[in-house]
């Protein structure tokens, strides 16, 4: 606690004027780089304009504004991905829930971006957590296809979208087949003629393409032509064994197809086809237990198998009740280390989960997730080891700029928290 206090005192002199400086130095820190190696000790970060500068141990000759983290937790933001951030407020209100389009006349065309309220609570209460950067999408409900997803960062800005249409989202398995119609066998018929459809215009670069739709409407071919020409990422829901391979096989019909395994539940049982296909998983963090047919082989170990088979895997934000969880999920999969039997990952490699992998798979490798020369800013300072339960940020940067970390939960923890039965709303009095 003591440590905790002379960091926040430092900090607020350091950052007296002006409060959201932009260059800066963390010293005398526990830094994690998120590149997977493991955590150095008395370590700092310099940014400079918004960017990290450098990294490192020992002491940097620098003479900007300096944060002495008294041996606290440095680490680049948690990028969390796949998520509906900014789409909803209240789940059970339909007015303020943009997750789902299932009577809207498109499919593939739909583009989140435009809708993505930066003022959400879901957005605040994340980036409290450490979160600062996302991958947001709507979900697949009138068409196996839901749409373009957003890479967004979750500042305090009216403008959140990083990245527009940085991926289109298609679900297979036992999800897709309730959508196509009862069966996987529509589903895998639906996909194939509607990207045969798109690469058939795969020169379009817009919607007046055609004069006429067949099985998809203009602007839905011209939301899937860069999908067809390998331009755009498809992340594709699937968890059975048997249905990873008939995804793979679609790089045979389609040779330039990015596709991204989304769920993954059995991957474990074809990790090394994965890993010689060269196809990124974003895959559920700890399903022990199947919660249908399709999820049988479901392990706890199945993401430490598929990262020892040389898969490239990141957690799906989508399978936790709050993606501000995903610290806790990758604690998880370093405490399967310890069980005999059981294959979880290394520390480094599961921060590396929830920071730089994903940002790679969401086309930021490098630029996010990550302390390294050129990278954002994103910078997240903790109370302890981020991976250990009860952890919780102190400061959170994002493009080098300090962040407020309240929202409706912190405002009503610290009104209700001490107060006094005398204090009641007099309506409470009869």
Do not use: C
Not at 272 to 295: S, T
């Amino acid at each position: 606690m003591k440590a905790l206090a002379t960091l926040l005192a430092s900090a607020a002199i350091a950052f007296a004027a002006p409060a959201a400086a932009q260059s800066f130095v963390v010293t005398n820190a526990t830094v994690a780089a998120g590149d997977g190696s493991e955590p150095i000790e008395s370590g700092y970060v310099v940014v400079e304009n918004g960017k990290v500068a450098a990294i490192g141990s020992g002491t940097p000759a620098s003479n900007l504004p300096a944060i002495d983290a008294n041996g606290a937790w440095v680490t680049p933001g948690i990028f969390a991905t796949v998520t509906s951030l900014g789409l909803w407020d209240v789940g059970a209100v339909s007015e303020s829930n943009d997750t789902r389009a299932g009577g809207a006349p498109f499919s593939a065309a739909l583009d989140v971006a435009p809708v993505i309220n930066p003022s959400s609570q879901h957005i605040l209460v994340h980036r409290a957590s450490g979160i600062t950067r996302a991958a947001t999408v709507t979900l697949p409900s009138s068409s196996i296809f839901g749409g373009q997803g957003a890479v967004i960062d979750l500042g305090a800005d009216p403008d959140a979208v990083t990245q527009a249409r940085a991926f289109q989202v298609v679900a297979l398995g036992e999800y897709g087949g309730r959508i196509a119609g009862g069966s996987r066998v529509a589903t895998h018929t639906l996909l194939r003629a509607a990207l045969r459809e798109a690469s058939a215009n795969r020169a379009a670069t817009s919607a007046d393409i055609r004069s006429d739709d067949v099985l998809l409407t203009r602007f839905d071919a011209a939301a899937l032509a860069p999908v067809a020409r390998g331009e755009q990422p498809l992340y594709v829901y699937v968890e059975r064994a048997s249905d990873i391979r008939s995804t793979l096989a679609l790089k045979r019909e389609f040779p330039k197809l990015d596709l991204v395994l989304v769920g993954a539940s059995e991957g474990w049982l074809v990790a090394n086809e994965i890993a010689a296909a060269g196809v990124p998983v974003i895959a559920d963090g700890l399903d022990d237990l199947p919660a249908n047919f399709e999820e049988l082989a479901a392990t706890q170990s199945n993401i430490g198998r598929m990262v020892k088979a040389g898969v490239r895997v990141a957690l799906n934000a989508a399978a936790m009740e709050n993606p501000r969880n995903l610290n806790q999920y990758a604690g998880n999969l370093v405490a399967l280390t310890r069980i005999p039997g059981a294959d979880g990952l290394s520390w480094g490699q599961a921060f590396a989960a929830i920071t730089s992998v994903p940002a790679s798979i969401s086309g930021m490798g490098g630029k996010a997730g990550v302390l390294a020369p050129g990278a954002m800013g994103d910078l997240v300072i903790w109370d302890g080891d981020p991976l250990e339960v009860g952890s919780m940020p102190v400061k959170v940067y994002i493009d080098g700029i300090e962040q407020p970390l309240d929202s409706h939960q912190s405002r009503l923890r610290e009104r209700y928290r001490d107060l006094d039965t005398s204090d009641q709303p007099k309506g409470y009095d009869w």
